[in-house]
Structure formats: structure tokens, C-alpha cells
């Protein structure tokens, strides 16, 4: 059974720095891109960042892109992202996914919040 | 960046009604279209992939269709647990981006 399991969401300061993990098991990790999809407390949904099978390539969207970092260690099948420079407009549940360009499978999201 | 517009922004249907939501790409993203289902609190639930590919253990009610520009995901006959947020999403090229999602609400 595939399962995505995300950690490391808090309460924030605006300028603070967090880092989110996710843990998968239950496939091959490394021969899927790894993705980080992101929702605003009642907003729609926000591709964050994608990290390739080797950690070679990255790709961020254009909110976080300077702010963020994402990368992946496949010994511990797991990926990462290193949250800098936090805003208030930061503040979501952070979804981790499986692949690149559909996704089947999600993780249940952990929560950060950006405020003071 | 490919902007995904989703029409209507919310509907008020009944059981059994059909229901049709449109998402318009703003460049051909080929059939790089998928469509997700999102109950509150929950996680989005992948629906169709390839603009046409119905996902494993998806009712067949659902269905879409479309290419290029212009996409259409139809529920037959809504049913009670059908009622949530539908968003589309394109897969055609980085960043990916998803249409600003479609309430699906009881009348």
C-alpha cells in the first residue's frame, strides 16, 4: 500500500524557516518524480515544487521560487522542503505527491501557519 | 505560466441531475488534463487523467473529455456523495497549474 506521510508543520514566525518531510513506503520511491502541492486555509490548490528520481532537477512555482528548497534522500525514501523566509501568505496545508504530472496519491498534508 | 480557467466557480444541483464543469487552458496543453475531487478536510482525490482516463474504482458517471484548449469534466447523475470541490489541473509543462476549483452544492 502506497502511503505519504508528511511531517514538520508548526506555527511560524513571518521570516522563520521550516522544514516539512514526508515519508513514503509502499513503491519504488526512486523511480518517481516527487511533487509538493500546497492549500490555503479556503482557497484552491497550488503546485509548490517537484524534485526528479535522482535529485538532479528541481522545479519551483514562482511564489516560493528564491524562498524555498526542495530535495529528496532515497536511502531514507523520503523528500523535503526547506521552508525560508516565511509569509503570512505561506500559510497552508502542505501536501506531499507522488509523481509529476498527475497524482494519484497524496499524503493527508500537515499544516503551517505564518503568523505572529 | 499556462493559466487553467474553470467555469462555473460554484452550482446548486440535485440528485440524479448532470453536471457539467469546463476548464479552458490558456495555451494547447495537448490532453495534459486531469481532473481531481475534494471533500472538505480531505486530501483531492485524482478522478481522470488524460483529459478521458478514468481512474481505477471511480464510479462511471464520471467522465471527460476535451483537447487543446478546452476541457469538459460530466457526472451523469450526481449522486449524494458527489457533492464537493472539482479542480482541474494541467500537466503539460512546469509550473504546473490548477483552475480555481468548482463547488459542487446541494439546491
Known amino acids: 500500500e502506497v502511503q505519504l506521510v508528511e511531517s514538520g508543520g508548526d506555527l511560524v514566525q513571518p521570516g522563520g524557516s521550516l522544514r516539512l518531510s514526508c515519508a513514503a513506503s509502499g513503491f519504488t520511491f526512486t523511480t518517481y518524480w516527487m511533487t509538493w502541492v500546497r492549500q490555503a486555509p479556503g482557497e484552491g490548490l497550488e503546485w509548490v515544487a517537484n524534485?526528479?528520481?535522482?535529485?538532479?532537477?528541481?522545479n519551483y512555482g514562482d511564489s516560493v521560487k528564491g524562498r524555498f528548497s526542495i530535495s529528496r534522500d532515497n536511502a531514507k525514501n523520503s523528500v523535503y522542503l526547506q521552508m525560508n523566509n516565511l509569509r503570512a501568505e505561506d500559510t497552508a496545508v502542505y501536501y506531499c505527491?507522488?509523481?509529476?504530472?498527475?497524482?494519484?496519491?497524496w499524503g493527508q498534508g500537515t499544516l503551517v501557519t505564518v503568523s505572529s | 505560466d499556462i493559466q487553467m480557467t474553470q467555469s462555473p466557480s460554484s452550482l446548486s444541483a440535485s440528485v440524479g441531475d448532470r453536471v457539467t464543469i469546463t476548464c479552458r487552458a490558456s495555451q494547447s496543453i495537448s490532453s495534459y488534463l486531469n481532473w481531481y475531487q475534494q471533500k472538505p478536510g480531505k486530501a483531492p482525490r485524482l478522478l481522470i487523467s488524460a483529459a478521458s482516463n478514468l481512474q481505477g474504482g471511480v464510479p462511471s458517471r464520471f467522465s471527460g473529455s476535451g483537447s487543446g484548449t478546452d476541457f469538459t469534466l460530466t457526472i451523469s447523475s450526481l449522486q449524494p456523495e458527489d457533492f464537493a470541490t472539482y479542480y482541474c489541473?494541467?500537466?503539460?509543462?512546469?509550473?504546473?497549474?490548477f483552475g480555481q476549483g468548482t463547488k459542487v452544492e446541494i439546491k
Open positions: 489541473q494541467q500537466g503539460y509543462s512546469t509550473p504546473r497549474t
Open positions: 524534485v526528479k528520481q535522482d535529485g538532479t532537477e528541481k
Open positions: 505527491v507522488r509523481g509529476t504530472a498527475s497524482w494519484t496519491f
